[in-house]
T-cell receptor, first 112, second 114 residues
Framework: EDQVTQSPEALRLQEGESSSLNCSYTVSGLRGLFWYRQDPGKGPEFLFTLYSAGEEKEKERLKATLTKKESFLHITAPKPEDSATYLC?????????????FGTGTRLKVLA | NAGVTQTPKFQVLKTGQSMTLQCAQDMNHEYMSWYRQDPGMGLRLIHY???????DQGEVPNGYNVSRSTTEDFPLRLLSAAPSQTSVYFC?????????????FGEGSWLTVV
């Protein structure tokens, strides 16, 4: 069964304290892996798409990496404004199906 | 650029009432979809559409109805609201080909059924 698991569920960091969020996935084949940021009371905001193992993408203090079984979202020297829930999703290669599987997210709190 | 627009933002319904959540996108995306988000659960697909006149069921379709008469609009109808439908609803859209299949979300509609 296709599955996405994110860890940890919640993470508290001091400002400047770098860390990583994990997204483990089990799918029959990967068409794409997506990272989103969600602020309270808002819709998910697109961050990155990764397609193949070894791929990396960066945006400001965020860097996403992908292996055959998991993806990491590395946060370098975070600031309080990075506080949000970070969602991971995968799109399996199941043909003819519009299917994205979402994890339950990691709630990140960055303290000043 | 408005992106994906949902209305209303908040709604309270009584059990048994019906209502429609509106969704419009201005990106000329072929794919549109509706998700619900509940505490402790990932976003779950309710219904989706791959183009005007074409709709299909997702993971949790019961109690909901959709139609797609234009590329831009994809309303979600609750036929007879139940407390189990209390949730946050997100409309999303994406290109069918290209664009990395990335889906873009609206701001959400908070629905409470009492």
């Amino acid at each position: 069964e296709d599955q996405v698991t994110q860890s940890p569920e919640a993470l508290r960091l001091q400002e400047g304290e770098s860390s990583s969020l994990n997204c483990s996935y089990t799918v029959s084949g990967l068409r794409g892996l997506f990272w989103y940021r969600q602020d309270p009371g808002k819709g998910p905001e697109f961050l990155f798409t990764l397609y193949s193992a070894g791929e990396e993408k960066e945006k400001e203090r965020l860097k996403a990496t992908l292996t055959k079984k998991e993806s990491f979202l590395h946060i370098t020297a975070p600031k309080p404004e990075d506080s949000a829930t970070y969602l991971c999703a995968v799109r399996p290669t199941t043909s003819g199906t519009y299917k994205y599987i979402f994890g339950t997210g990691t709630r990140l709190k960055v303290l000043a | 650029n408005a992106g994906v627009t949902q209305t209303p933002k908040f709604q309270v319904l009584k059990t048994g009432q019906s209502m429609t959540l509106q969704c419009a996108q201005d990106m000329n995306h072929e794919y549109m979809s509706w998700y619900r988000q509940d505490p402790g659960m990932g976003l779950r697909l309710i219904h989706y559409s791959v183009g005007a006149g074409i709709t299909d069921q997702g993971e949790v379709p019961n109690g909901y109805n959709v139609s797609r008469s234009t590329t831009e609009d994809f309303p979600l109808r609750l036929l007879s609201a139940a407390p189990s439908q209390t949730s946050v609803y997100f409309c999303a859209s994406s290109y069918r080909q290209g664009g990395g299949n990335t889906i873009y979300f609206g701001e959400g509609s908070w629905l409470t059924v009492v």
